[in-house]
């Protein structure tokens, strides 16, 4: 099955600067990765997507890139606010040929980002 | 629109005992999952339904139940509670669509057991 690896597990910036998040999946026949962020006591919200058809895109001051052939793909966070402070995850969904799509997210381990003001 | 929401927040079990968690969606999602929190650990995927009446299971689906009655309703039964069940528990949902799989997460069910 597939299996998302999610590095760093804890990531330190000064405020104004950008972060970085990457992430690896396993499984070829992925063909969707959303990236979440979760705020303390709270359940985990949508961010950013990309789909496997697209390399990169872009949303003011996120954006995620994805390297098919490689099987990876990051978030990029770009002047850093401490509101940005929180645990970010990735996660693939996998598919297969024949199937019907369940939404199903194999999520990544998380990365906790701390902005300092 | 209320989204998802859970119930109870907190619940403190002792070995052995069994409870439901409850997890209700007024989006008239059709998928709905459970998923649960360790540290340090992710979320890892219990149970899905793509509808009423279907459900299957998730990576760690071992001690849990559920059951999909309704479009609204997703509940997920615990029989006899065990420490390693000690989590945070998510239950999320999401509309079918070629253009669309946000899942929308409800604010979780803190379980200890003791």
């Known amino acids: 099955g597939e299996n998302v690896e999610q590095h760093p597990s804890t990531l330190s910036v000064q405020e104004g600067d950008s972060a970085v998040i990457k992430c690896t999946y396993s499984d070829s026949a992925s063909n969707y990765f959303p990236w979440y962020k979760q705020e303390l006591g709270k359940g985990p919200q949508l961010i950013i997507d990309?789909?496997?058809?697209?390399g990169e895109k872009k949303d003011q001051r996120i954006a995620v890139t994805l390297n098919k052939t490689a099987k990876h793909f990051s978030l990029h966070i770009t002047e850093t606010q401490p509101e940005d402070s929180a645990v970010y995850f990735c996660?693939?969904?996998?598919?297969?040929?024949?199937?019907?799509?369940?939404?199903?997210?194999?999520f990544g381990q998380g990365t906790t980002l701390q902005v300092k003001p | 629109n209320a989204g998802v929401t859970q119930t109870p927040k907190f619940r403190i079990l002792k070995i052995g005992q069994s409870m439901t968690l409850q997890c209700t969606q007024d989006m008239n999602h059709n998928y709905m999952y459970w998923y649960r929190q360790d540290p340090g650990m992710g979320l890892k995927l219990i149970y899905y339904s793509v509808g009423a009446g279907i459900t299957d299971k998730g990576e760690v689906p071992n001690g849990y139940n559920v059951s999909r009655s309704t479009t609204e309703d997703f509940p997920l039964r615990l029989e006899l509670a065990a420490p390693s069940q000690t989590s945070v528990y998510f239950c999320a949902s999401s509309y079918s669509s070629g253009n669309s799989y946000e899942q929308y997460f409800g604010p979780g069910t803190r379980l200890t057991v003791t």
């Open positions: 990309i789909r496997s058809n697209v």
């Open positions: 996660a693939a969904s996998p598919t297969h040929r024949g199937s019907s799509n369940t939404g199903k997210l194999i």
